[in-house]
């Protein structure tokens, strides 16, 4: 082997050897602005809605102008948290099958909490729900506001004896949030506090919802109207 061709392939060898540039892998503007909402998603769920955005970048590994050419302002991707995160969970066709009184109330009930647990049962929304109500963020007000306290109108209409057009009272609104609020706490039990719980869903919903429909045939105070005329029509269908 000749000394030129020996340097050539020592040569070589060396280059070879160097670490390679690592490549930007180019995506669609579609998949790339999906994979930010998607991250900010996460990174509000286990950070809060205090974060920056320069922080966003620097886990994402991007520059933040990169961020703003698909969000404007930081406002307006939480906005967009909010959508993905809130409302592309929710189904409206679950308020038509509430007000379905040819099934019985248990049975609206009971399947409408197994799907709404199995829609919202991530701990990102969960860790969402409570970062935005502990830090003044209005998400989970709005959310509340423009969603959860429509349905809840529905089923306590629904609980009652008689069938009537007329707001629910506050008692009534009262009770039903006790319901739903039993089930929204077993997400912070288990993606909260971390603690044991079951993963027989449809049998917790189902022991949750006939706990309170005893109730209703059977309470005192408030509920007392509902449970007086439970007794003389009949058990709450």
């Given at each position: 082997?000749?000394?030129?061709?020996?340097?050539?392939?020592?040569?070589?060898e060396a280059?070879?050897?160097?670490?390679?540039?690592?490549?930007?892998?180019?995506?669609?503007?579609?998949?790339?602005?999906?994979?930010?909402?998607?991250?900010?998603?996460?990174?509000?769920?286990?950070?809060?809605?205090?974060?920056?955005?320069?922080?966003?970048?620097?886990?994402?590994?991007?520059?933040?102008?990169?961020?703003?050419?698909?969000?404007?302002?930081?406002?307006?991707?939480?906005?967009?948290?909010?959508?993905?995160?809130?409302?592309?969970?929710?189904?409206?066709?679950?308020?038509?099958?509430?007000?379905?009184?040819?099934?019985?109330?248990?049975?609206?009930?009971?399947?409408?909490?197994?799907?709404?647990?199995?829609?919202?049962?991530?701990?990102?929304?969960?860790?969402?729900?409570?970062?935005?109500?502990?830090?003044?963020?209005?998400?989970?007000?709005?959310?509340?506001?423009?969603?959860?306290?429509?349905?809840?109108?529905?089923?306590?209409?629904?609980?009652?004896?008689?069938?009537?057009?007329?707001?629910?009272?506050?008692?009534?609104?009262?009770?039903?949030?006790?319901?739903h609020s039993?089930?929204?706490?077993?997400?912070?039990?288990?993606?909260?506090?971390?603690?044991?719980?079951?993963?027989?869903?449809?049998?917790?919903?189902?022991?949750?919802?006939?706990?309170?429909?005893?109730?209703?045939?059977?309470?005192?105070?408030?509920?007392?109207?509902?449970?007086?005329?439970?007794?003389?029509?009949?058990?709450?269908?």
């Open positions: 082997m000749s000394a030129v061709t020996a340097s050539k392939e020592k040569a070589a280059g070879s050897a160097r670490p390679r540039t690592r490549q930007r892998v180019r995506m669609a503007p579609d998949d790339r602005e999906r994979m930010i909402l998607e991250a900010a998603t996460h990174y509000f769920a286990k950070h809060g809605f205090s974060a920056q955005i320069r922080e966003l970048a620097r886990e994402l590994r991007v520059s933040q102008g990169l961020i703003y050419r698909y969000f404007k302002s930081k406002q307006e991707l939480v906005d967009r948290v909010y959508q993905h995160n809130f409302l592309r969970r929710w189904d409206a066709s679950w308020e038509d099958f509430l007000r379905d009184r040819s099934l019985p109330l248990r049975e609206r009930l009971t399947d409408f909490y197994t799907r709404y647990l199995g829609a919202i049962d991530d701990p990102d929304w969960i860790r969402l729900v409570m970062h935005s109500g502990l830090e003044g963020n209005d998400l989970t007000r709005r959310y509340i506001r423009t969603r959860v306290e429509h349905l809840l109108r529905i089923i306590a209409r629904e609980c009652r004896p008689v069938p009537r057009r007329a707001e629910p009272d506050q008692a009534e609104m009262e009770m039903v949030w006790h319901l039993t089930v929204i706490y077993y997400l912070v039990r288990k993606h909260i506090f971390r603690t044991a719980t079951t993963r027989d869903v449809p049998r917790l919903v189902a022991m949750v919802i006939d706990d309170f429909l005893s109730g209703l045939v059977g309470g005192s105070g408030a509920l007392g109207r509902i449970a007086i005329t439970r007794r003389r029509n009949g058990p709450c269908p």
